[in-house]
């Protein structure tokens, strides 16, 4: 910013600069900096404290109102850099544009720079033509480290007595999951996790709540709190090894300028065979946030609000990068209907466009429970780096299954029969055979309050799997599947 700075006062001329930043403290700082590379003396006016130059030393001894600091300027004739702090609120003063545009008109002959600087300006027409605007880029990963360290620092010397635990792998994590995050908003998290004199991966994961709140607006992107991790997903081998594959580029534990970032992976199949316990285990297993947009929470009866909340989406989970986005049972949201208007279309557009286009470390886990709704656009190689198909857990899976589900609830996975039950179950997804044992467990309280064998056998044949009930749909899914995707187990 500071090369923009002076290539805007020193080469261009602009006279207006217009920067519309939180982060005051942080400009005033870079304004200083620039001060002593270009020689041009900077002062700072606020409606507190009148005109003063750094630090804080008032000028002509006065305080100055709006008018007062604009014909003070104009009257000196002399180079250098004013900076207006909150100065939108006095914009729409025509003597207050008309001094503007003095001072302005005149600039080329003194060399004067007029600052704009407030967290919101809008600059009225007849200034526009003598004005141009800056952005403060958000702090890269090694900025964000120089941060850290600084306020680390000063806190250790602050609490000399007390032990600090810094895990480096969190600090690296929590760092990374500060990209997106001005340096004011990056510093607060900063305090927040190191109130308890270490740094853990509950910290990580408590700096990816407040961002996630400090950035969403829309409500249409939700953090998915409730993680997982690979092994709470039984089966899937192949997208397992898919994934552990493409983890280190993900994270950039190894940069390689010949491979991509990857870009995620459609999840098809049955109902309840694993594919949002595996979104959500990927993320917990990276250590990464989990952001699930929300198709049904996008259409918006405005023209127009539908497409802008998919855009601020979009925008929300690259600042979030790294994150995974969950795009749960995407053919909701995209299949294209020819009595909506268009809207689905023009999402599909532009959904596509940034799958294509976007570098940001943002991998999507797509799901989708009906294949024949899909736009075949997206099922087009390249849009995902890959497709697998779920299908039902296999007999050995089903043990597995049962194993974890039996080991969440505390109970001995050895004093079951666990071969009999994935026999008795045949047909069953991951979720079928979950709330087996859920219910088993129900019954048990009106007997002996143990969970047997009996119960669990009880209970899955009671089930009417969807094996059975949707048997044909499960058919033609198997059909179409077969050469086009590749099998998740």
Known sequence: ??????????????????????????????????????????????????????????????????????????????????????????????????????????????????????????????????????????????????????????????????????????????????????????????????????????????????????????????????????????????????????????????????????????????????????AKAVAGSWGVPLLRLDFGSLFDKFHGETERKLRESLKLAERMDPCILWLDEIEKGIATDSHDGGTSKRLLGMLLTWMAERKSAVLIVATSNDIQSLPPELMRKGRMDEIFFVDLPNRSIREDIFRIHLEMRNLKPDNFDLHQLAEASKGFSGAEIEQAVVSALYSSIGGSGKITQDLLLNEINATHPLSKTMDRQIAEMRNWAEGRTVPAN
């Open 1 to 278: 910013m500071i090369k923009d700075l002076i290539n805007l006062i020193n080469n261009s001329r602009i006279p207006i600069i217009v920067i519309e930043s939180h982060e005051e403290r942080r400009i005033l700082e870079i304004l200083r900096e620039v001060s002593f590379k270009t020689n041009y003396n900077v002062l700072a006016w606020s409606i507190t404290d009148g005109l003063s130059s750094f630090p804080r030393n008032p000028v002509d001894g006065k305080r100055l109102n709006p008018e007062g600091v604009l014909k003070h300027i104009w009257n000196l004739k002399s180079e250098g850099i004013y900076v207006l702090l909150d100065f939108h609120h006095y914009l729409s003063e025509p003597l207050h544009i008309r001094l503007l545009k003095e001072i302005a008109q005149q600039s080329s002959n003194y060399n004067q720079t007029i600052v704009l600087l407030s967290h919101d300006i809008d600059l009225p027409d007849e200034l526009e033509p003598h004005a141009a605007s800056l952005n403060l880029s958000l702090p890269d990963e090694s900025q964000l480290k120089q941060v850290f360290r600084k306020i680390a620092r000063k806190s250790m010397q602050k609490n000399s007595s007390q032990n600090f635990e810094v895990d480096k792998e969190a600090v690296a994590l929590l760092i990374k999951n500060m990209k997106g995050l001005s340096q004011m908003e990056a510093e607060r998290i900063i305090h927040n996790a190191l109130q308890d004199h270490a740094i853990t991966q509950e910290d990580v994961t408590e700096a990816a709540k407040a961002k996630y709140n400090l950035l969403n607006k829309d409500g249409v992107l939700y953090f998915e709190h409730d993680t997982s991790t690979m092994s709470e997903v039984g089966g899937l081998q192949r997208l397992k090894e898919w994934l552990e594959k493409r983890k280190p580029i993900f994270l950039g534990e190894h940069s390689l300028d010949s491979i991509d970032l990857p870009r995620g992976v459609l999840l098809l199949g049955v109902q309840g065979s694993g594919k949002s316990l595996a």
